[in-house]
């Protein structure tokens, strides 16, 4: 079973930046997506952002132009959240799509301050 452990969360104020991490246990080699989806309280869990195994990205509107997914070479992947508003506030987890089974991790809290 893959465990994925987020990290890089906290409180920011508007407008600042946070860089989450979400690395993975082990190397997927087969075709894989990688997304951050946010939770906000109350809410259904929505997806912000993904990467594929080749790198091919999407990004939800609400974040266009200020959020970046990226992958390394290994097995971790990273949001940069910049211009951060207080409506991104929310728990932010990350899952890993592929043939098998879907994984989560256990989530990391945004908290952006006005």
């Known amino acids: 079973q893959v465990q994925l452990v987020e990290s890089g969360g906290g409180l920011v104020q508007a407008g600042g930046s946070l860089r989450l991490s979400c690395a993975a246990s082990e190397r997927i080699l087969k075709f894989n997506i990688r997304g951050w989806y946010y939770q906000a309280p109350g809410q259904q869990r929505e997806l912000v952002a993904s990467i594929d195994s080749i790198g091919t990205t999407k990004y939800a509107d609400s974040v266009k132009g200020r959020f970046t997914i990226s992958r390394d070479n290994a097995n971790t992947v990273y949001l940069q959240m910049n211009s951060l508003k207080p409506e991104d506030t929310g728990v932010y987890y990350c899952?890993?799509?592929?043939?098998?089974?879907?994984?989560w991790g256990q989530g990391t809290q945004v908290t952006v301050s006005s």
């Open positions: 899952k890993i799509e592929w043939a098998g089974p879907d994984y």
